[in-house]
């Protein structure tokens, strides 16, 4: 078992691929938010609409390093490297639960 990322080519393209696009359609979303007030779209819950669009787009981008560290697990344990596999799923319980214990205490 190598730690060796020249033994896992695909993993770095994988994973910038995913955060790339994840990031392109995070932005988009809060772009979209943030230009349908300016468009003239209005009414009595347009405020409320964008806002939940703005929100949707942060949340986004939030879940981006959930998802990164999803995939590396993944991969992890598709090429039987338990090691790296169990930290990445320790990892991502860590986030997981630091996530769910933050929206407890709001």
Do not use: N, Q, Y
Not at 71 to 83: T, Y
């Amino acid at each position: 078992m190598s730690t060796d990322l020249a033994r896992r080519p695909g993993l770095d393209e994988l994973l910038a691929k995913a955060l790339h696009r994840g990031t392109w359609l995070g932005s988009s979303v809060i772009a979209l938010g943030l230009a349908l007030p300016m468009t003239g779209w209005s009414g009595d819950s347009s405020a409320i609409i964008c806002t939940r669009i703005v929100t949707a787009g942060i949340a986004l981008l939030i879940v981006l390093p959930v998802l990164r560290v999803l995939l590396m697990s993944i991969v992890f344990v598709r090429e039987r490297d338990f090691r790296f596999s169990a930290i990445a799923m320790l990892v991502l319980a860590i986030m997981v639960l630091g996530s769910v214990l933050g929206v407890i205490s709001s």
